[in-house]
T-cell receptor, first 114, second 115 residues
């Protein structure tokens, strides 16, 4: 049973470019959350998708957008990349309403902006 | 709004010694509490959680944490650490009644276990 898988594992972009990161949730999970973890910091919540809609959003600009597909997989898109967007981007999946079941995290995509 | 403070950024300790990683939180509403562990180049793994009931919660690998509402703390303890416990540990909260996806994390504590 595969856990949460993210692709790519590493990515290098330059300022102003656009990037798409991908996440496949753990089997049986229907909710995907995205986090940004800057170097030396804890993860910060970007947004959460359930039933193909953005349900909650953290304090991130509109340059950060996402999508969830009918198979529950998700994409994170970032436009007009800034140097400060360099970070580890983590995807986590869960089952909506199942608080006794833990959220599962992927190993992340490390994004470097030059 | 909620916030989490992890009081120590780094904790060095010798193998088989006890350890405590401190976590305090601030919130205007009741919260769920979590500890996650992150090994190098990996994502986060749930170590233990407090949702309700007994204020002392335990993990399968010997860690425990106690929820103290009056002190708004959720410190993580282990009576005897192993080299394999070397990792970064994150304390997190989410508001009661909310989705568990919206976690607010502390900045992390790097635990370094030396032989």
């Amino acid at each position: 049973d595969a856990g949460v898988t993210q692709s790519p594992t590493h990515l290098i972009k330059t300022r102003g470019q656009q990037v798409t990161l991908r996440c496949s949730p753990k089997s049986g999970h229907d909710t995907v959350s995205w986090y940004q973890q800057a170097l030396g910091q804890g993860p910060q919540f970007i947004f959460q998708y359930y039933e193909e809609e953005e349900r909650q959003r953290g304090n991130f600009p509109d340059r950060f957008s996402g999508h969830q597909f009918p198979n529950y997989s998700s994409e994170l898109n970032v436009n007009a990349l800034l140097l400060g967007d360099s970070a580890l981007y983590l995807c986590a999946s869960s089952t909506q309403g199942a608080l006794n079941q833990p959220q599962h995290f992927g190993d992340g995509t490390r994004l470097s902006i030059l | 709004a909620q916030s989490v403070t992890q009081l120590d950024s780094q904790v060095p300790v010798f193998e088989e010694a006890p350890v405590e990683l401190r976590c305090n939180y601030s919130s205007s509403v009741s919260v769920y509490l979590f500890w996650y562990v992150q090994y190098p180049n990996q994502g986060l793994q749930l170590l233990l959680k407090y949702l309700s009931g007994s204020t002392l919660v335990e993990s399968i690998n010997g860690f425990e944490a106690e929820f103290n509402k009056s002190q708004t703390s959720f410190h993580l303890r282990k009576p005897s650490v192993h080299i394999s416990d070397t990792a970064e540990y994150f304390c997190a909260v989410s508001p009661l009644g909310g989705s568990q996806g919206n976690l607010i994390f502390g900045k992390g504590t790097k635990l370094s276990v030396k032989p």
